[in-house]
Every structure is written in C-alpha cells, then in structure tokens.
C-alpha cells in the first residue's frame, strides 16, 4: 500500500466552483500535512500547511486534515482560470522527508 | 530575487551515456534535495544534503549519484542512463532539515534516446 494516495484526475470545473481535492494516507505517524500547487513545467510550490486536525484557511484555499480516518483535503473557493494546475500533498512525521502523492490536475475554465 | 536555478530545462542524452544535471540557489539554505518525477507521478526523493552530509533513499539506484561541491551549488549525475530514466528531475532546497516548506526549481526534462 503507497503511503500517500491521491487521484490523479483531472478534474474540470467550471469558473467560480468550488473544488474539493483529496489525499488519504495510511502512516499514522505522520504529523505535518502540506499542499503544493505546481503549474506546468514549473517545479512545485507549498500552497499551505497544517499539522492537526481540523481547517486552516487562507483566503480563498481551505486546508482540512481529518487524522482519525487519515484524510486531508483542500478546498478551493470561488476558482479561477489560474487555479489550474497540479495539486500535490505532502506528509511528513518529525525531520522526515516528504512523501508526495501522485497529484490532482485541476482544470478551471472560464 | 533568491530562487533555485537548474540548468538545462531541457536535456536529451543517449542510452548508456552519463549526463550531468546542475542545480544552484541563491537562498543559502543548508539542505538541497534532488526528486524524479515521472509523468503523472509523485515526485520521487533520490538523496539529499545537509550542508556537507549526504543522505542517499534506501531505494535509489546506484546508477545516481550526487555532489555538492558547495552550498550553492548540486548536481545529479547519471552514469549508465537508461530508457527508464526519462523524467523530471527536481532540485529543491530548505532552510534546516526541520523547515516543513522547500522551494523547488523548474526542473530538468530527460530524454534518453
């Protein structure tokens, strides 16, 4: 079982939706839970990051980690054309390294 | 403005003929990291340094290796490419190994022919 599961879509949305992007993991040690945005032939950029249970929010973007079921989503309100990208997770657990998942290509479109 | 460079964007090289892959930042952070990523994969960590200290994946091939002659500077060199070598190869870089956030370059695309 791959420590970091993310379907990889893509996922087509229309302006102005609201996109819900999911990551399941199956280590429970892990205490740090990241999204990254990585727009094409561009190397990846942390978006946000959390390390408990429940939501951060940061304008627009909605990070929520669920530890008990080991689920993290971001949600993105109100997208736009220039959400569209690749839409990776990370974990971590102490000085570890990151373990991304696969990505999900969001398309928004106008 | 600091950032992370990789050069070339873009490299073609032949099977079996070794390659170089450069990687520098101007962000003087003390740990630099090289990933694979392969086409709708996750990026895949190869090694990386802390400051002077190597730390190689347990599962990366011998056919990789690395140097990093200083802080600014890192390369990824690939002895005997393979076919199954073609990716994108990502140099990143953070502050301490505890730092959550690692800023990424626009990656190197290999071609292996």
């Known amino acids: 079982q791959k420590e970091v599961e993310q379907d990889p879509g893509p996922l087509s949305v229309p302006e102005g939706a609201i996109v819900s992007l999911n990551c399941t993991y199956s280590n429970s040690a892990f205490q740090y839970f990241m999204w990254y945005r990585q727009y094409s032939r561009k190397g990846p950029e942390l978006l946000m990051y959390t390390y408990s249970s429940g939501n951060k929010e940061d304008g627009r973007f909605t990070a929520q980690v669920d530890k008990s079921s080991k689920y993290i989503s971001l949600f993105i309100r109100d997208s736009q054309p220039s959400d569209s990208a690749t839409y990776l997770c990370a974990v971590r657990y102490g000085y570890s390294t990151l373990t991304f998942g696969k990505g999900t290509m969001l398309l928004v479109s106008p | 403005d600091a950032m992370v460079i990789q050069n070339p964007r873009y490299q073609v090289t032949q099977f079996g003929k070794p390659v170089t892959l450069s990687c520098s930042q101007t962000?003087?952070?003390?740990?630099m990291y090289w990933y694979q990523q392969k086409s709708s994969q996750a990026p895949k960590l190869l090694f990386h340094y802390y400051d002077k200290d190597f730390n190689n994946e347990a599962d990366t091939p011998d056919n990789f290796q690395s140097r990093r002659p200083n802080t600014s500077f890192c390369f990824l060199d690939i002895r005997s490419p393979g076919l199954g070598d073609a990716a994108m190869y990502l140099c990143?870089?953070?502050?301490?190994?505890?730092?959550?956030?690692?800023?990424f370059g626009p990656g190197t695309r290999l071609t292996v022919l």
């Open positions: 990143a870089t953070s502050r301490e190994p505890d730092v959550l956030e690692q800023f």
């Open positions: 962000l003087n952070h003390n740990v």
